[in-house]
Nanobody, 124 residues
Framework: QLQLAESGGGLVQAGGSLTLACAAS????????IAWFRQAPGKEREGISC????????QYDDSVQGRFTISRDDAKNTAYLQMNTLSTEDTAVYYC?????????????????WGQGTQVTVSS
């Protein structure tokens, strides 16, 4: 069964950058959409970026548009989320997920494999 493991979270000052990685094992991202979600304290989990299986479609939530970049390295079986110009509002647990579909959507319903999450804390 596919397993996803996020890494790269941590503490960073506002304005800084982090790159999150999502390594897949016992399976691949091939032919499936992937996405990154986050959940801040006291808030619902939200989809912030997704990539279709082909890469032809990439979506970002307005809150991260222009600052975050999603990518996938098939040779390493790893997905990434490059995060720039971080603010305190980006503080959350970040999750990667793989979809049942090839299409990219920011809602959680089609994503059936999830990582355990990685904490990102942005200090002012």
């Amino acid at each position: 069964q596919l397993q996803l493991a996020e890494s790269g979270g941590g503490l960073v000052q506002a304005g800084g950058s982090l790159t999150l990685a999502c390594a897949a094992s016992s399976g691949t991202f091939d032919n499936y959409a992937i996405a990154w979600f986050r959940q801040a304290p006291g808030k619902e989990r939200e989809g912030i970026s997704c990539r279709s299986s082909s890469g032809a479609t990439i979506q970002y939530d307005d809150s991260v548009q222009g600052r975050f970049t999603i990518s996938r390295d098939d040779a390493k079986n790893t997905a990434y989320l490059q995060m720039n110009t971080l603010s305190t509002e980006d503080t959350a647990v970040y999750y990667c997920a793989r979809s049942l579909w090839t299409l990219c959507v920011l809602s959680s319903e089609p994503y059936n494999y999830w990582g355990q999450g990685t904490q990102v804390t942005v200090s002012s």
